[in-house]
């Protein structure tokens, strides 16, 4: 199957700092998605971005699908944003079967 | 427009019982994926259900897991004489077929128990 790498696996921010998020993928992709798992255990559609560059708030995203990687920025951030944020991508070929990565661990401190 | 609702949330079973999933897809949803997340292992694909058809259950155990997606009702996850490996959270998700697009919406999943 495809492999999906995401980095960093953990990461610790103080109230108000930027972060981003990055997703390596191993192959072609029809679809990309970024979710959140928030600590209740919900998982949250962030974006839906095969290509190109989202924004929604203070999140963005970008997905250069050429050279198979995503980015997931976090701006100003809140203690509200911790959780773990996944990649999760669609081959296409696999009709809509979604490979994830292991996910990054975001905790913000007020 | 409700989303993805799951039921239970919180299922517990004793080695050896059945353990049943519910999964009602969100309105004007026809395709239907399970997922399972391990704590070692993170989210991996179970199987992928259309009404009255498994599409692709690549994912699935060959033994004791079953699931459908009858013509009317939700999806059912089933499994059969759990055991303690069985206890994770399950998941599921459903989409609509937009031209290529697959987008995914996840239930709040149910977290199984096996004591």
């Known amino acids: 199957g495809i492999q999906v790498e995401q980095s960093p696996p953990d990461l610790i921010l103080q109230e108000g700092a930027n972060s981003t998020l990055r997703c390596n993928f191993s192959d072609s992709v029809n679809n990309l998605q970024w979710f959140h798992q928030n600590p209740w255990g919900q998982l949250i559609n962030l974006f839906y971005?095969?290509?190109g560059t989202k924004q929604n708030g203070r999140l963005s995203a970008t997905t250069v699908a050429t050279e198979r990687y995503s980015l997931l920025y976090i701006s100003s951030s809140q203690t509200t944003d911790s959780g773990v944020y996944f990649c999760a991508v669609d081959r296409g070929s696999t009709l809509g079967r979604l490979y994830f990565g292991r996910g990054t661990q975001l905790t913000v401190w007020p | 427009n409700a989303g993805v609702m799951q039921n239970p949330r919180h299922l517990v079973r004793r080695r050896g019982q059945e353990a049943r999933l519910r999964c009602s897809p969100m309105k004007g949803h026809s395709h239907v994926y399970w997922y399972r997340q391990l704590p070692e292992e993170g989210l991996k694909f179970m199987v992928y259900?259309?009404?009255?058809?498994?599409?692709?259950e690549s994912g699935m155990p060959k033994e004791r897991f079953s699931a459908e997606f009858p013509k009317e009702g939700p999806s059912i996850l089933r499994i059969q004489q759990v055991v303690r490996g069985d206890s994770a959270a399950y998941f599921c998700a459903s989409s609509v077929l937009s031209g290529a697009s697959y987008e995914q919406y996840f239930g709040p999943g149910t977290r199984l128990t096996v004591t």
């Open positions: 259900l259309q009404k009255e058809n498994i599409i692709d």
């Open positions: 971005i095969p290509s």
